[in-house]
């Protein structure tokens, strides 16, 4: 398993959702292309942790709960988005042809929250942070765990230690009543 490889599926996983988001400032909104980006984008995390589990050639299928089932194959806390993926599997076909599914301005905000929850699946994370943290890699897949953020964090632990750069607040108090 090549790392740079899981992480390439894991950036266009990113990019899909990131696509989706911005696709919500269309006018009118694109609801089943919005749609299908948010099922595209689970369809490549999952991939991407079946390839990074030693899957070589990932099922070539668009149904999400299937790739599910094989990543619990690994971990079985996959089970646990299985329900979120069979309602996100819709998506992958029927929503790219017309009157083949009726999609609501509500199922865009659905989508999007299921695909940033399994974004953020803990088996997904940790895989992410795998990618990310690995010497070598020019991309970072975790925004905090990138080189940059790293050492600014570093920085601002050696100055609150020497007790440089700090601003002292007043206390805000707030009344529970």
Not at 7 to 27: H, I, K, P, V
Not at 70 to 92: H, V
Not at 108 to 118: C, H, L, P, S, V
Not at 141 to 147: A, G, N, V
Request: net charge negative.
């Amino acid at each position: 398993m090549e790392l740079e490889y899981v992480g390439e599926w894991f950036r266009f996983a990113d990019s899909d959702l990131a696509s989706a988001d911005y696709l919500q400032g269309m006018f009118p909104k694109p609801i089943e292309i919005i749609c299908y980006h948010c099922q595209q984008s689970v369809e490549k995390f999952l991939k991407g942790y079946l390839i990074f589990n030693g899957i070589n050639e990932p099922p070539k299928t668009h149904n999400l709960v299937e790739l599910c089932e094989s990543a619990a194959k690994f971990e079985k806390s996959f089970q646990e988005i299985a329900q979120i993926c069979g309602i996100l599997t819709r998506y992958g076909v029927l929503s790219r042809y017309p009157r083949e599914l009726e999609i609501s301005e509500s199922d865009i905000k659905n989508a999007i929250n299921y695909a940033r929850q399994i974004r953020d699946f803990k088996p997904l994370r940790e895989v992410r942070i795998k990618i990310s943290t690995r010497e070598g890699l020019t991309t970072d897949l975790d925004p905090f765990y990138s080189s940059t953020n790293m050492e600014r964090l570093k920085k601002a632990i050696a100055d609150a230690n020497a007790g440089r750069n700090m601003t002292e607040h007043e206390l805000i108090e707030v009344d529970d009543d």
